[in-house]
């Protein structure tokens, strides 16, 4: 167990529909990360939120956006989705707001299924 | 950009088989971290490398550091089944966020 939660584990949606993944990071962490992982893909890098904050952006859609709460909860959220958004959606934490030196902690993931 | 280049993209070996992947960045790197994910999970951290030419050990896993810092490796002697999964390796750009390899599939032929 990492100690990373998200919200729910599996989503079943319709093309075009919005929708919200939750993440809490680990305790004392004050970064987190989103990634995408399609089926049998690599990691692609989404977005970070450090202590509140957009801290660096990867390859986010426009369709999506996130944002971390002052309990440092984060949420993504997904918007006019289409059949290719399908996929597993990873949040990660780590201590330090760079990433580069600690090593980040993964949640078990969302499985988003759009049909 | 930079990129971080990681092969093979599949490994097929024998039970008891030694397993090696690799990564290559375009630039110098401060460190290296390397992942595993097993099927269905998600990636787990295993290990950081700092310095020019580190070798660090984990039971049959070997990781080293590139003289350079601009490569790495991970070697798994005897592989067992529990060794199945993906392993990532990634390395942070300048503005300090982790640049990912595509990963390099472990699978234990029957």
């Known amino acids: 167990d990492s100690g990373v939660t998200q919200t729910p584990k599996h989503l079943i949606t319709a093309t075009g529909q919005r929708v919200t993944l939750r993440c809490s990071p680990r305790s004392g962490d004050l970064s987190v990360y989103w990634y995408q992982q399609s089926l049998d893909q690599g990691l692609q890098f989404l977005i970070q939120y450090y202590n509140g904050e957009e801290r660096a952006k990867g390859n986010i859609l426009e369709r999506f956006s996130a944002q971390q709460f002052p309990d440092l909860h984060s949420e993504l959220n997904l918007s006019s989705l289409e059949l290719g958004d399908s996929a597993l959606y990873f949040c990660a934490s780590s201590l330090n707001p760079g990433g580069s030196s600690y090593e980040q902690y993964f949640g078990p993931g969302t499985r988003l299924t759009v049909t | 950009g930079q990129q971080v280049m990681q092969i093979p993209q599949y490994q097929h070996v024998q039970e008891g088989e030694d397993f090696t992947t690799y990564c290559n960045s375009s630039?110098?790197?401060?460190?290296i971290q390397w992942y595993k994910q097993r099927p269905g999970g998600h990636p787990v951290f295993l290990i950081q490398l700092v310095k020019s030419g580190e070798v660090k050990k984990q039971k049959r896993l070997t990781f080293q550091f590139g003289e350079a810092k601009k490569n790495s490796s991970l070697h798994i002697t005897a592989t067992q089944t529990t060794d199945v999964g993906t392993y990532f390796c990634a390395g942070p750009d300048s503005n300090y966020q982790l640049i990912w390899g595509a990963g390099t599939k472990l699978i234990i032929k029957p």
């Open positions: 630039t110098t790197l401060s460190n």
